[in-house]
């Protein structure tokens, strides 16, 4: 974020911090002089924190703070920013109404009383819900930075395939994405996620891009995590947009800078053991027979994100297989590219939304805000013969935490047959 947009966020704050405090002066209002007194004095507490949060994201941006203070005091931050802002959004319609009518009786009207006579005024009642639907959010959220985002799920999909080669029948694919290394701030609970993928017994494992939040550094001390997985047809990964260095290096200034970056994280990849494929393709051979496997680097068709990734160029030279399987960070490039351009790839892996870390999943429905930006957000889709898995992500950033939507290890479980009319 830029200088200007970062002082634009900090004068947003101590609008917020005022305009929400108009809520709570109006529920206290008749409360005792005691709990009067200790409410205000909480929120008074939690301006400070935001104000001086801020103002710090101000003179330091936010990516370079230490790690700890950035994952505990970033999340504390963005939690008490978002109940807050859904709180006002219940003040401002009336708000704006009371003004209309000042204006009229300002203006138009000979000294009309404002809800006199009424119980309750209609901006005590409004304040009410500011604050009653503000905290209930807000301690969901909670449960979610401090549980929700390690409450790992194994999601299992058996997909049937006619051009499968047979000797691919019953082959296990474990898929990871977004691990996001800077958000977690110890080793543990990837250790704890990576031996539940390894106990899934995959024969490959495909990891879908966004290692780092920012940088390569963010890795340090996880190094040895990332060699817990291993399969007997190898790990093979991709950048997702977080790879590029772009967020903390921007501008064509910094060019040099988001190389270096870059050359290092796909060093850790290598040292891991993980065939990164950068608009490339390999082969994985089983039985005598063969699928191809492609990796692009990021392509999304949201404008704000380089398309790096070049599917004509990953699959120049690459044998005329009856199956072949697509690792694409970001799932609009499916949408977009894949199922009307390239119809002999058969099966697509993806991540990049992370179901927004946020929303509902029942059996039989499913929602989060993120599907208004991508249609296919979160598990299995199909278009004729072809197929996409999105993963729901394994880390977090910004909000390091999930609430609805769980972190995901994928295993797909490919099988020679006719294809299920059904996903």
């Not at 809520?23 to 935001?50: C, E, G, Q, W």
């Not at 194994?154 to 958000?183: C, E, W, Y």
Request: proline letters at 4%; charged letters at 20%.
């Amino acid at each position: 974020m830029s200088l200007l947009g970062r002082i634009i966020f900090f004068l947003l704050i101590i609008f917020i911090q005022w305009y929400f405090f108009q809520a709570i002066d109006t529920v206290t209002r008749f409360s005792s002089p005691l709990l009067k007194k200790i409410t205000h004095n909480f929120y008074f507490v939690i301006v400070v924190f935001m104000i001086l949060a801020a103002l710090a994201a101000v003179i330091y941006p936010f990516q370079l703070w230490p790690r700890f203070i950035r994952i505990s005091a970033g999340s504390l931050l963005l939690i008490v920013f978002l109940v807050q802002f859904l709180g006002i959004l219940f003040l401002i319609p009336d708000d704006i109404l009371r003004m209309f009518r000042w204006i009229y009786s300002r203006f138009l009207s000979s000294n009309e009383a404002i809800d006199a006579g009424e119980p309750i005024s209609r901006y005590r009642f409004f304040s009410y819900l500011a604050v009653t639907f503000s905290l209930i959010p807000g301690i969901g959220l909670l449960y979610g930075f401090f549980r929700g985002g390690y409450d790992y799920r194994v999601h299992r999909v058996k997909l049937s395939f006619p051009n499968l080669p047979d000797a691919f029948d019953g082959f296990k694919i474990v898929q990871l994405s977004d691990i996001h290394t800077g958000s977690f701030a110890n080793p543990a609970p990837l250790k704890k996620a990576f031996k539940l993928a390894m106990e899934q017994k995959p024969d490959v494992i495909f990891f879908t891009g966004d290692l780092v939040n920012d940088i390569y550094e963010e890795t340090f001390g996880f190094e040895s995590v990332y060699k817990i997985l291993q399969a007997p047809h190898g790990v093979h990964s991709i950048f997702g947009n977080h790879d590029y260095a772009e967020y903390i290096y921007p501008g064509d200034e910094n060019v040099l800078k988001r190389k270096v970056a870059q050359e290092n994280l796909k060093k850790v990849h290598a040292d891991a053991g993980w065939n990164l494929l950068m608009n490339q393709h390999t082969y994985l051979e089983k039985g005598g027979q063969r699928i191809g496997l492609i990796g692009v680097e990021n392509w999304d068709s949201i404008r704000r994100f380089r398309k790096y990734g070049d599917l004509h160029k990953a699959c120049e030279g690459m044998d005329d297989l009856t199956f072949k399987i697509l690792l694409s960070h970001s799932p609009s490039h499916w949408n977009d590219q894949v199922r009307e351009g390239h119809k002999d790839i058969d099966l697509t892996f993806s991540g990049h939304t992370h179901g927004m870390q946020l929303g509902i999943e029942i059996p039989g429905f499913k929602w989060s805000p993120v599907k208004y930006l991508y249609p296919q957000w979160a598990g299995l889709y199909r278009d004729g013969s072809q197929y996409l898995y999105v993963n729901r992500g394994l880390g977090f950033i910004g909000y390091n935490g999930r609430l609805g939507i769980w972190p995901e290890i994928t295993v797909v479980e490919l099988k020679k047959g006719k294809s299920d009319d059904k996903i």
